[in-house]
């Protein structure tokens, strides 16, 4: 499903979807998409799948709810996986040539009607081992403070994010969540949150984002 795909006659399934490879000539193949059709030349390069960050039409951010929210106590850390949206870019060489969204894409209001911003949105289970989706998040929540806490819900940033993969699945960059005062901080390390994966380009962290709201 994700990696390299080699140009020849094929039916590729990537979670709803379908692409169509068709061989026309020795040299000419058709790419078949819904109604997205893309004529390609055979060269020397095979054609790439590979997961995206959920940007949608170009938000920053994604907030994905916890269906129960966390409780974590003091000096102590919680450490799980999420489901999480994903979105599927095809190549040729450094071409682009489709792009969509795998699912339905939600959206939300972070923040005050006057300062918000809108994001991405995901409601998931937390899980302790990884769950049965074809797009995951490993989630370190850290809480340092002398206090309980209990967290509803990160907001990650994920625009210009890096991404990982196996030929299954595919998983955003290991988040760690620190918990602490009234401030919850995510950061998008730009690692991998296991072994053994593949990455879309360099793998680079993103600036720490503050959940004020």
Same mark, same amino acid.
């Given at each position: 499903?994700? #990696?390299?795909?080699?140009?020849?006659?094929?039916?590729?399934?990537?979670?709803?979807? &379908?692409?169509?490879?068709?061989?026309?000539?020795?040299?000419?193949?058709?790419? !078949? &998409?819904?109604?997205?059709?893309?004529?390609? =030349?055979?060269?020397?390069?095979?054609?790439?799948?590979?997961?995206?960050?959920?940007?949608?039409? #170009?938000? =920053?951010?994604?907030?994905?709810?916890? !269906?129960?929210?966390?409780?974590?106590?003091?000096?102590?850390?919680?450490?799980?996986?999420?489901?999480?949206?994903?979105?599927?870019?095809? !190549?040729?060489?450094?071409?682009?040539?489709?792009?969509?969204?795998?699912?339905?894409?939600?959206?939300?209001?972070?923040?005050?009607?006057?300062? #918000?911003?809108?994001?991405?949105?995901?409601?998931?289970?937390?899980?302790?081992?990884?769950?049965?989706?074809?797009?995951?998040?490993?989630?370190?929540?850290?809480?340092?403070?002398?206090?309980? =806490?209990?967290?509803?819900?990160?907001?990650?940033?994920?625009?210009?994010?890096?991404?990982?993969?196996?030929?299954?699945?595919?998983?955003?960059?290991?988040?760690?969540?620190?918990?602490?005062?009234?401030?919850?901080?995510?950061?998008?390390?730009?690692?991998?949150?296991?072994?053994?994966?593949?990455?879309?380009?360099?793998?680079?962290?993103?600036?720490?984002?503050?959940?004020?709201?």
């Amino acid at each position: 499903m994700f #990696g390299d795909v080699e140009l020849r006659t094929q039916i590729i399934k990537i979670g709803g979807e &379908r692409i169509h490879i068709l061989e026309e000539t020795d040299e000419i193949l058709l790419y !078949k &998409r819904d109604n997205v059709q893309r004529i390609i =030349k055979k060269g020397s390069d095979n054609l790439k799948i590979l997961p995206s960050p959920a940007v949608g039409y #170009g938000v =920053k951010l994604l907030m994905v709810k916890f !269906k129960e929210p966390l409780t974590v106590p003091p000096g102590d850390a919680i450490t799980g996986f999420v489901e999480a949206p994903i979105e599927v870019e095809v !190549k040729v060489g450094n071409l682009t040539i489709d792009h969509f969204f795998i699912g339905r894409e939600k959206y939300a209001l972070y923040g005050t009607v006057e300062n #918000g911003v809108i994001v991405r949105y995901h409601v998931t289970d937390f899980y302790f081992e990884e769950p049965n989706s074809i797009g995951a998040a490993k989630i370190v929540v850290s809480n340092p403070s002398n206090e309980w =806490k209990m967290l509803e819900r990160i907001v990650i940033p994920i625009k210009g994010s890096v991404m990982f993969y196996n030929k299954e699945k595919a998983y955003y960059p290991l988040l760690i969540t620190t918990v602490k005062n009234h401030t919850p901080e995510v950061n998008n390390t730009g690692k991998p949150p296991k072994e053994g994966l593949n990455a879309t380009k360099e793998a680079l962290s993103l600036p720490n984002f503050l959940m004020r709201w």
